[in-house]
């Protein structure tokens, strides 16, 4: 367990507009990650990006010192100067061995989430998996790993109160929005169309608004949120053309750039001088903070929902004790399962290493074994793979037998 480790930024350490410099575009995750991953010297990498924290989970033989996470930083983001260096280094947190094992069951489990008991991180760390290992940078550390933090998840949600009547970031902002007393009739405009805003329309549309304009790249998944919703679609890149007016703005992409710039606010909001309401859930933030500067704007994003966060926390609090005792639990049967697992891959080899020893006596007794009749070779054949057999599967008997009474222990 000793070369398990995780750096974050998380909601807890590190202002969450400046998680977003972890921010990787999707259309270029792959290779960014990739070069990551040989820079560095990581083994396995697993890459988990949510709305209040990121997380690297790696694999490797290098400690965590402040030197090695300096050219990790430099790896990830090549343009950055010492002070963002410096930045990384002062905000990051580690966790190796059992402490990385420890906090990843946390994240999944979402006591270490801006909202404690939202169930949206458990599929948000199941995907970051499935994308990492399609890209192949995880290998069978981090498969055994992210198997066995699902299943923990599962039992704290199911164990225990801590998800019980669940809120999550979405339920909070909309619960900010409806405390603005907005009419019914507000004109909405969507932008972005991924899990996030998918569900904030659903929370509206379930509440009676029904105005809507939904904008994203892919014009079919705007089309396909829109046909939801009653309302129009168009690619976003029109954005910038939309002259119907709006009320309130929900957004968030997965743009590493403002999406709403002053120049394209402007041309929105036209000669309409009252207030708006901006719903930001995206990191970092779509909307160009200069707007704020410029206009009478209700900005509603993740760092002002931290307060109804905390009061969220307080209520469960009481849940802590059962969570961490189903964790430190997993935590002692995953150290074994992975014992068992290294020892099964290193008795796979015996095969191998058996039948390259009964390769090399042929070589050696070659000519023994031309002086013998057709006979004798055969029961001398028969004699060896009966060994061979044994060989291969008394020693792996007994790995598995000590292995359980270990277990059972």
Same mark, same amino acid.
């Given at each position: 367990? *000793?070369? @398990?480790?995780?750096?974050?930024? %998380?909601?807890? !350490?590190?202002?969450?507009?400046?998680?977003?410099?972890f921010h990787i575009d999707e259309s270029r995750l792959e290779s960014h990650l990739q070069y990551l991953k040989q820079s560095a010297n990581i083994d396995e990498l697993l890459y988990l990006s949510t709305c209040n924290r990121v997380e690297f989970?790696?694999?490797?033989?290098?400690?965590?010192?402040?030197?090695?996470? *300096?050219? @990790?930083?430099?790896?990830?983001? %090549?343009?950055? !100067?010492?002070?963002?260096?410096?930045?990384?280094?002062?905000?990051?947190?580690?966790?190796?061995?059992?402490?990385?094992?420890?906090?990843?069951?946390?994240?999944a489990s979402s006591i270490d989430s801006l909202v404690v008991g939202e169930r949206e991180i458990i599929t948000?760390?199941?995907?970051?998996?499935e994308k990492c290992n399609q890209f192949q940078l995880t290998g069978d550390?981090?498969?055994?790993?992210?198997?066995? !933090?699902?299943?923990?998840a599962k039992e704290v949600y199911t164990e225990t109160a801590i998800a019980?009547?669940?809120?999550?970031?979405?339920?909070?902002?909309?619960?900010k929005l409806r405390a603005l007393n907005v009419k019914q009739s507000a004109r909405f405009l969507i932008i972005g169309s991924g899990v996030t805003n998918t569900t904030m329309a659903q929370y509206l549309k379930k509440h009676m608004f029904a105005n809507f304009t939904v904008f994203n790249r892919t014009l079919a998944n705007a089309q396909k949120l829109a046909a939801e919703l009653n309302g129009e679609a168009f690619p976003l890149n029109e954005l910038k053309n939309y002259k119907k007016g709006f009320d309130i703005i929900v957004t968030c992409t997965g743009s590493s750039e403002s999406i709403i710039t002053p120049e394209i606010y402007k041309s929105l909001v036209g000669n309409d001088t009252a207030k708006k309401v901006v719903i930001d859930l995206a990191v970092p933030n779509d909307l160009d903070p200069l707007i704020l500067n410029n206009y009478d704007v209700n900005l509603i994003a993740i760092n002002n929902l931290q307060e109804i966060a905390r009061e969220n926390l307080i209520a469960r609090e009481r849940e802590?004790?059962?969570?961490?005792?189903?964790?430190?639990?997993?935590?002692?049967?995953?150290?074994?399962?992975a014992k068992a697992r290294k020892l099964e891959l290193a008795m796979s080899e015996v095969p191998k290493k058996v039948k390259e020893i009964r390769e090399t006596a042929n070589e050696?007794?070659?000519?023994?074994?031309?002086?013998?009749?057709?006979?004798?070779?055969?029961?001398?054949?028969?004699?060896?793979?009966?060994?061979?057999k044994k060989y291969i599967s008394v020693p792996m008997k007994m790995a598995r037998e000590i292995m359980i009474g270990d277990i059972k222990k």
């Open positions: 367990m *000793k070369n @398990f480790k995780i750096i974050a930024f %998380t909601h807890k !350490t590190t202002s969450i507009n400046d998680i977003g410099k989970v790696i694999v490797n033989q290098e400690s965590l010192t402040p030197v090695y996470l *300096k050219k @990790f930083f430099t790896a990830f983001n %090549t343009n950055w !100067t010492e002070a963002d260096l410096n930045w990384a280094l002062g905000n990051a947190q580690i966790f190796e061995g059992d402490e990385a094992l420890r906090h990843l069951f946390r994240v948000q760390v199941r995907n970051a998996f550390l981090i498969r055994l790993a992210i198997k066995k !933090t699902i299943e923990v019980r009547n669940p809120v999550s970031v979405v339920s909070l902002a909309y619960r802590m004790a059962g969570c961490n005792e189903i964790i430190e639990k997993n935590i002692d049967d995953f150290k074994q399962l050696v007794f070659a000519k023994d074994l031309m002086n013998m009749d057709e006979s004798s070779k055969e029961v001398l054949n028969k004699i060896l793979s009966y060994m061979e």
